[in-house]
């Protein structure tokens, strides 16, 4: 690891944001290079000097998860260290997969916030104690670790599928995988499209046969 690490804050709660931006300046080796409210923002901000992204998975109308695919994708060096309020398994293994190396919650010390950077920094994949059990057992009996029913489909279209079979409508399934209905809306449609799906009513049928949507 560096022994100056450069951090970026995304989080559209301004008093959350600058709060973490204060706690990191005080911490030696840590320098803030930084902050972004949005997705946009963040893409805008962070670059090849970045070292650790400290991601909020709500980012108003746009998604943590989304911003954290993009960033890993256009810098792979970056590394994404999530922190919320949410510790439900959906939003951990979304995280994950996304490329996120590490998830804390909002409720973290300041030690542990210090740990995790330091770990990320370090290659190192961090989950806070409170979620970590739980969220690797899901990671690790996933149910597209044996069979990946519409490959045709991205991961994500898999997941908006999956939540659909199970009778969720938009809004709970922009809830669980934290998501903007806009871009809920849109994944379905595809969904439907590239399954060759009429409608909802058969995309949940064909779903269901093929072992999405039950557990």
Known sequence: MADQVSLVVVDDHPVFRLGMVALLGTIDGFTVVGQAATRAEALEVVDQHTDVVL???????DSGIEATRDLVRRHPHVRVLVVTMREDDESVVASVRAGARGYLLK???PAEVERAV???????????????????????????????????LTDREREVLDLLARGFDNTTISRRL??????????????????????????????????????
Not at 182 to 210: F, Q, S
């Open 55 to 61: 991601m909020d998975l709500h980012l108003g109308d």
């Open 178 to 215: 934290v998501l903007s209905p806009k871009t809920v809306r849109n994944h379905v449609a595809n969904v439907l499209a590239k399954i060759g799906a009429p409608d909802r009513a058969a995309a949940m049928i064909r779903a269901r046969e093929e072992g999405l949507g039950v557990d």
């Open 118 to 152: 330091r770990a990320v920094a370090n290659g190192e994949m961090i989950l806070g104690p409170q979620v970590a059990e739980r969220a690797m057992a899901a990671v690790v009996s996933g149910r597209t670790a044996v069979r990946l029913p519409f490959p045709e």
């Open 107 to 109: 409720a973290a010390s």
